[in-house]
């Protein structure tokens, strides 16, 4: 009885075990932002974006999660884990870039960025993640 059991407890494992999930890639990430907030990784979110500058980001003048544009130069490149990220600067302040777009950028390239404000990264700089990069 018990040598019909185990095969029969077996099959219902494995069973239980399969499903109809979707393969993606290795090392693919599907990225969406919460109901009701705007997309980081979707360039219309940033379709009605006002230009900011470095002082209103440094002195905590912006909410977050508000559509931004932001124009400096590329200071450092870096990397968030998730995405590739740099440093953009006016001269004086910073600002550290999510770059979702994943646009190559390079140090001393000039830039506006079109992204939501996320508030202030771990390096204690104002932190935007970036779904439109233009090199200017």
Known sequence: MVKKLIPLMLILCLAACGGN????????TEVTAPEGELDPTAPEAVDEAEPTTFTALTDGEVAEGTAVILSGEVEELTDDGAFPAFILTD????VFIRNMAETLVEAGDSVAVH????????EDLPLISASVIEKE
């Open 21 to 28: 999930a979707e393969l993606t890639e290795e090392g693919e």
């Open 91 to 94: 001269g004086e302040n910073q």
């Open 115 to 122: 992204g939501i404000y996320d508030g202030v990264a771990e």
